[in-house]
């Protein structure tokens, strides 16, 4: 509605628009946060993946069955197996 607006009142159709918003510094700050507990997440979420792991690949050291590692770590056989093959990263 602007582009049409500003076309009308100067004639004139080539422009360039730029429209920004302007949030109240309250706003800012919660989206502030939000995005650095979403960073924080990421990395525990990595961490968490990352210690699953090496409790998986340490009882297939111990000589458990993937089934068993499976039902230790409530996930499934095959889950398992991707576990404990897994390189660590």
Known sequence: MARDLITVM???ADFALTIETKLPQSVQEHLDEARRLRKEEAECRS????????AAQELHG????????????GVSRQRAHQLVNAVNA
Do not use: F, K, P, W
């Open 10 to 12: 100067t004639q004139d």
């Open 62 to 73: 111990m000589g458990l069955a993937l089934q068993q590692i499976g039902d230790i770590l």
């Open 47 to 54: 961490n968490a993946a990352r210690e699953t792991r090496a």
